[in-house]
């Protein structure tokens, strides 16, 4: 099967980590994959070559993107495109193109602009030209269907999935101490993760808040923020929330510590003793199933599709979103007691095994792009 994949972006980010996962299992099942995205810096670029995509290029959006991008989709079997900003590129191109009925969308979130009565009704149109949608989630296939106007009946649920292999021989291996005495952590400290873009959506100055609270009750509690913003300035809005909380210096360093983009996830996971983000909305949350891989209890929200992943008191906590006082009892709690934290951590690492496999999610999205086939 020759198949295309278009981004918005090829930077660090929880659908570009997912899309190169799909790559690396396509091309290993023997299928031919090329990848396009519309702009930013293409830092992920690297990974998807070495993934084995055949060819990955920067096709800018635009008017002329239909024509940019037509050799592409005259050369493939299916064309999947990602984010709504590609969606709605590759929806004209592909109908440009009469590659309508070999078409796919996957929705990786609960895009917010849908709630726009305007953006929604145009997604309405958008969003019926794809033969098919596939879902990361019931709660992203719900929300799709009364936001983005898709009916149930043309989508296909597919879960993430994740390799825990590289989680899980960090966490047997990993030299704690040398890893916290990177960021000025101890041994003693309890420290608590959040890998994630800066961006509204992750609620970073909710989860600083909730640090400074929870430290006037147990000092030992620590914060780690792996991640950066490549396209706006919510990393220094989030900086300057730390500097006047007193939990960093202007440099990230202090109590809370903005470690930037980090390619040993696992290695950090494993050092750390929780994941903790403070989502006001999640497709499903690549990053939960990499901390659960981790054996590492998970303290979030409850919104979106993340209780389909975290369960509540068993694999973690979930509290209200932007709730602060809410979230530091729960850090407090967590940091109290090693025993709770173990038990739920591996609850956790048994979930990822049982429902988020890598292999189920390559090989039923293949069979998603084969029922398409056929009926085309």
Not at 254 to 274: E, K, N, Q, S, Y
Not at 293 to 319: H, K, N, Q, W, Y
Not at 336 to 356: K, Q
């Amino acid at each position: 099967m020759k198949i295309v994949h278009v981004l918005t972006t090829l930077d660090v980010g929880g659908a570009e980590m997912h899309v190169l996962k799909q790559v690396r299992g396509q091309v290993d099942r023997g299928h031919d994959v090329r990848v396009a995205y519309l702009k930013g810096q293409g830092t992920l670029e690297p990974d998807f070559r070495a993934a084995g995509a055949s060819d990955v290029r920067h096709v800018p959006g635009g008017p002329l993107f239909p024509l940019r991008l037509r050799g592409w989709l005259g050369w493939c079997d299916i064309v999947h495109s990602h984010l709504l900003k590609a969606d709605a590129l590759t929806s004209v191109a592909a109908l440009v193109a009469g590659k309508r009925r070999h078409y796919l969308s996957g929705k990786h979130n609960d895009e917010q602009a849908l709630h726009r009565p305007m953006v929604s009704r145009v997604h309405g149109w958008i969003g019926r030209v794809p033969a098919r949608t596939i879902v990361l989630s019931d709660h992203v296939g719900r929300f799709i269907e009364e936001k983005g106007r898709v009916p149930r009946s043309k989508q296909s649920r597919v879960y993430y999935g994740l390799d825990p292999a590289p989680f899980e021989e960090a966490s047997r291996t990993v030299d704690r101490a040398a890893v916290l005495a990177e960021f000025g952590f101890g041994q003693d400290d309890v420290v608590f993760i959040c890998v994630a873009r800066f961006a509204r959506q992750k609620a970073h100055e909710v989860l600083l808040a909730a640090t400074a609270e929870a430290r006037a009750s147990n000092p030992a509690i620590k914060l780690l923020l792996v991640g950066d913003d490549p396209f706006g300035d919510e990393r220094e809005k989030a900086l300057a929330v730390g500097v006047e909380l007193g939990l960093t210096d202007a440099h990230g360093r202090g109590d809370a510590v903005f470690a930037g983009i980090r390619r040993d996830v696992p290695t950090l996971m494993a050092a750390a003793d929780v994941f903790v983000m403070a989502s006001r909305w999640e497709g499903l949350g690549l990053v939960f199933l990499e901390a659960m891989a981790t054996s590492r209890p998970v303290l979030s929200t409850t919104v979106s599709a993340i209780p389909e992943v975290v369960e509540d008191g068993a694999t973690g906590c979930l509290v209200p979103p932007d709730d602060p006082a809410a979230m530091a009892a729960a850090m407090v709690h967590l940091a109290s007691s090693p025993e709770l934290r173990e038990r739920m951590g591996t609850a956790g690492h048994a979930r990822v095994i049982e429902h988020f496999g890598l292999d189920v999610m390559v090989d039923e999205t293949l069979r998603v792009y084969e029922d398409v086939l056929a009926r085309a």
